[in-house]
């Protein structure tokens, strides 16, 4: 399966914690999103990069949030000092480069913050 | 700031029946995906329309783009079980950017 694959599926963590979620698009797209997910709720964006260009980032993300994507393959999202509130799914998404929005979504990491 | 709004937002039907999910906006998009997803789970692409007024088809679901391209509708035609799960309809309003959700609309279909 050459899908979008993500690392953990289900994290949960104690408030103040860091936690880290990896993502891994698939081998060709150089478009890569973060979206965050609630319950009962679609998808909102967080970040995008071009390849490890991060290109827009979204109000959302705060400074306890940072993303990376060093070689323009896989992307890290780390949550530093995580709040209750950060209890989510956190989706990753990627895209072809040229004219397509079309995005491909992998599984999710779902966090927990007790 | 450009929103979409689903309806409806639950429905539960029973197997056999036709339905028909609405996406609506304001705003203009450049593109329109649907998704569907299941619980615990990733939304998985169903389509992308492009073309005002373009219609696509997959099996029984049937995908429209509103001629002025701030529209979309999904309809299901003799629903089954397996179709069960949470339709999402997402805008693009430049090209390679991020997209734009509507709320979901929640399917359960009853054997």
């Known amino acids: 399966d050459t899908g979008v694959s993500q690392d953990p599926r289900h994290k949960i963590t104690k408030r103040g914690q860091n936690v880290t979620f990896r993502c891994d698009p698939i081998s060709e797209h150089n478009r890569l999103y973060w979206y965050r997910q609630t319950l009962g709720q679609g998808p909102e964006f967080l970040t995008y990069?071009?390849?490890?260009?991060?290109?827009?980032k979204s109000r959302l993300l705060s400074d306890r949030f940072s993303a990376e994507r060093p070689k323009g393959s896989f992307s890290t999202l780390e949550i530093q000092r995580t709040e209750q509130g950060d209890s989510a799914m956190y989706l990753c998404a990627s895209g072809p480069s040229g004219n397509s929005d079309t995005q491909y979504f992998g599984p999710g990491t779902r966090l927990t913050v007790l | 700031t450009q929103l979409l709004e689903q309806s409806p937002q639950f429905l539960s039907i029973q197997e056999g029946e036709n339905l028909t999910v609405y996406c609506n906006s304001s705003s203009v998009f450049s593109s329109l995906q649907w998704y569907r997803q299941e619980p615990g789970e990733g939304p998985v692409l169903l389509v992308t329309?492009?073309?005002?007024?373009e219609v696509k088809k997959l099996k029984r679901l049937t995908f429209q783009f509103g001629d002025a391209r701030k529209d979309s509708s999904l309809h299901i035609t003799a629903a089954q079980p397996g179709d069960t799960g949470l339709y999402l309809c997402a805008g693009a309003n430049n090209q390679g950017g991020k997209l734009i959700f509507g709320q979901g609309t929640e399917l359960s279909v009853k054997p």
């Open positions: 329309v492009v073309t005002g007024g």
């Open positions: 990069f071009q390849n490890e260009a991060q290109l827009e």
